[in-house]
């Protein structure tokens, strides 16, 4: 059975990720703990413990191959993979996900977005068309779908999520400022509430007056 990692730990995966990417970039091809660390302000004690999570990578007085820890945290977090996304509530938000087109380098591929708005029926988003809600069911039988991201009204929401499981999803990206009620453990939901982190920003900054 695989070993259990932390939250935490898998929370600080995407950084080393981000960091590795910008070594490849840059044309590095190892990199010490040391070096990693005071680049990334982690400790280089950190980095070894996160890393000896997956087995290490590093290699005594060598330090880690830089493309291939990229390429193992990658599997890690599953980004080997692809995983296709539909949006649901093409407002300013899921527009404006979909607009991002950098997801798909790390393979999050946008697939369609959906809506109530008879304004938007027939129109697309960077290519990406929009549907009807009345559509969705037609759709997702058709069309394999990973993840839903949820950027619709959070009265609309729940229920809405609750559609999209009984279609067969069963991750959710949730912008949606409410906690979704879906009975059943396979469900994996990411909550992205931009306001907490500003709220983080906003203590930060008044804490220092204090
Ligand atoms: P918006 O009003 O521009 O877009 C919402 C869209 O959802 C509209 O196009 C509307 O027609 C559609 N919609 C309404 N009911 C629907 C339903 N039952 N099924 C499908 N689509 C439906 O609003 P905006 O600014 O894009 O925000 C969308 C949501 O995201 C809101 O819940 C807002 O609170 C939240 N939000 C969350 C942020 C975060 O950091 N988590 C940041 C900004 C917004």
């Known amino acids: 059975m695989e070993k259990e990692i932390s939250q935490a730990v898998i929370r600080r995966m995407p950084r080393y990720y981000r960091y590795l990417g910008e070594l490849l970039d840059e044309g590095v091809e190892r990199i010490s703990s ?3 660390s005071s680049r990334m302000l982690v ?10 999570n ?7 007085g060598y330090g880690y191959n830089v493309k291939f820890l990229y390429d193992e945290i990658g599997k890690i977090l599953g980004l080997d993979q692809k995983h296709k996304i539909i949006v649901i509530g093409a407002g300013n938000l899921g527009q404006a996900i979909t607009n991002y087109a950098t997801f798909e380098k790390w393979g999050f591929i946008i697939t369609a977005l959906f809506d109530i708005n008879p304004a938007l029926q027939n129109t697309s988003v960077r290519g990406i068309p929009v549907y ?3 559509e969705l069911e037609a759709y997702c039988s058709r069309q394999p779908v990973d993840i839903a991201a949820l950027t619709l009204p959070k009265e609309q929401a729940p229920k809405t999520a609750r559609r999209l499981v009984d279609l067969g999803i069963h991750a959710f990206w949730n912008f949606a400022h409410v906690d979704l009620d879906v009975d059943d453990r396979d469900v994996i939901v990411e909550n992205v509430h931009l306001s907490d982190s500003l709220m983080q920003l906003s203590y930060n900054i008044v804490k220092n007056r204090r």
Not at 43 to 52: F, G, V
């Open 43 to 52: 400790t280089a004690s950190q980095i070894r413990q996160d890393l000896n």
């Open 54 to 60: 997956f087995g290490g990578f590093g290699q005594q």
């Open 132 to 134: 009807m809600m009345e």
């Open 34 to 36: 040391n070096d990693l």
